[in-house]
């Protein structure tokens, strides 16, 4: 395998395994596709990425600011399923999945017909529901992970080669090579890797730590542990390029169905990151789920500053050699 720094190897759409040197008989680049729509919450991903990653599962309490014990992604948690609560109205919707009344239900039950007519007994959640007992609120669910960018900021700033690019075109860390210096922390411009902090006795403390997309079960063709759990196939596990086929194909039924919310995140090899491996369908803004709405790879202008700072030590040693010749003329 040999390694070149090609004209867009720090930004622009390009195929990551392809740019790090693999043959032409590597594999199709792998990733996610997850579709928030049907996720429900359940957290099985995460159960099963600890389970099969040997990830410490110390850490779950309640804040009492939301019914999410997990919290965030970090180096404890490498898939973490976010539970938002928004004040959204919702509609009707018939089995076909067509709106009939401007909004759509995205799956909240509805109260028992007792709690919704008349009065006396229920008119709490009456006055909390509507008239037709539908929640004045609604879930977004969704399972975040790493996002295995096309252009990884991370592995370009490790000073040990500890974060390489694997033939599926994923990033990982190599534990026993990682020098815990934490370059790569700052350098996601998603805020996804950390150094492991503990607990106590756990393995690779002070380590940076992260998703893997199960690198070892990939290698051996199976399915990464946490799309294998995922009950209602919300995290689809797959080529790349396929997945984003399914993706958009699913964003033109919600529309078709009057969920006009739905768009994409990630998908597109022409955004700051040259896309990236781990991509999804939301139903609301990218800030709504934490993600930052237009994400640069924080390494994109390194060959213009290393041209500049060269420039500019070439034009002081110049200046420097002049300011010699001249006092000794």
Partial sequence: MSWTISENSFWGPLDPAADAGYDEDRPKRKGFFTDTSICIGCKACEVACKEWNDVPADHFDMTATSYDNSHSLNANQWRHVAFIEQPKRLGQQDSGLRATAGSVDLGMPAMPAAFTEGSGEGAAERLANGADGRPDFRWLMSSDVCKHCTHAACLDVCPTGSLFRTEFGTVVVQDDICNGCGYCVPACPYGVIERRKGPDGAKNVGIA?????????????????????????????????????????RVEQLHEA?????????????????????????????????????PVVTTKDLPQMFNRATAAAATLLAGAALAFLGRRG
């Fill in 209 to 249: 730590q992260k998703c893997t997309l199960c690198y070892d079960r990939l290698d051996a063709g199976k399915t990464p542990a946490c799309a294998q759990a995922c009950p209602t196939q919300s995290i689809q596990y797959g080529d790349v390029e396929e997945l984003r086929e399914r993706a958009n194909q």
């Fill in 258 to 294: 009057g969920i006009m919310d739905a768009r994409l995140y990630g998908n597109d090899p022409a955004d700051g990151v040259g896309g990236t491996g781990a991509f999804f369908l939301l139903l609301d803004e990218p800030e709504v789920y934490g993600f930052p709405p237009d």
